[in-house]
T-cell receptor, first 120, second 112 residues
Framework: DAGVIQSPRHEVTEMGQEVTLRCKPI?????LFWYRQTMMRGLELLIY????????DSGMPEDRFSAKMPNASFSTLKIQPSEPRDSAVYFC??????????????????FGAGSRLTVL | EDKVVQSPLSLVVHEGDTVTLNCSYE??????LLWYKQEKKAPTFLFML????IEKKSGRLSSILDKKELFSILNITATQTGDSAVYLC????????????FGKGTHLIIQP
């Protein structure tokens, strides 16, 4: 299994530009999470999807941020327009969530390698 | 608001020492607590704890959960330079597909 795949690994862009980060979760996982990590605030949950449906987007900082999951194998996080304070490492993670059974390895998130975003 | 607090924020010890990392949490409808190790890239899973008092062990690492006092500890014995990393604690609340609330991590540095 290739794990959670994110792209790009690094992006440097200028303020005002649109940024799109991409994520391919582990095949068979039904939950997908976008996190942002900074030195000041640590890892923050931005949004998560279950079976491709956004469940909680309360962590999305502003309307400039949007996320989509058009199918079970792909998700995007878009920032438009980007600002310097958006500079961070953005992690995508996926898990297999069981909704009716016992907890048995479920909800253990597997993280991608992250996308380091720098907005100048 | 769900909250996870880790201490210390940073720790420098010599190789061979034993360290204890702390994690306290306040989450609604607590389900489980997870420990992750983050080196240069993505956090990697260490332990998931759901029951109080049951120690989970993996080599020199062990962890235990106290649901009454709302905390967990991660112990590392006979530390090695390869243990240098940020150790993240995360608590899961509710059911279904809820996300994890992470602490800010403990930055552990093992000196030779």
């Amino acid at each position: 299994d290739a794990g959670v795949i994110q792209s790009p690994r690094h992006e440097v862009t200028e303020m005002g530009q649109e940024v799109t980060l991409r994520c391919k979760p582990i095949s068979g996982h039904n939950s997908l999470f976008w996190y942002r990590q900074t030195m000041m605030r640590g890892l923050e949950l931005l949004i998560y999807f279950n079976n491709n449906v956004p469940i909680d987007d309360s962590g999305m900082p502003e309307d400039r941020f949007s996320a989509k999951m058009p199918n079970a194998s792909f998700s995007t996080l878009k920032i438009q327009p980007s600002e310097p304070r958006d500079s961070a490492v953005y992690f995508c993670a996926s898990s297999l969530t069981w909704t009716g059974g016992r907890i048995s390895g479920a909800n253990v998130l597997t993280f991608g390698a992250g996308s380091r975003l720098t907005v100048l | 608001e769900d909250k996870v607090v880790q201490s210390p924020l940073s720790l420098v010890v010599h190789e061979g020492d034993t360290v204890t990392l702390n994690c306290s949490y306040e989450v609604t409808n607590f389900r489980s607590l997870l420990w992750y190790k983050q080196e240069k890239k993505a956090p990697t899973f260490l332990f998931m704890l759901t029951s109080s008092g049951i120690e989970k062990k993996s080599g020199r690492l062990s962890s235990i959960l106290d649901k009454k006092e709302l905390f967990s500890i991660l112990n590392i014995t006979a530390t090695q330079t390869g243990d240098s990393a940020v150790y993240l604690c995360a608590a899961r609340s509710g059911g279904g597909a809820d996300g994890l609330t992470f602490g800010k991590g403990t930055h552990l540095i093992i000196q030779p």
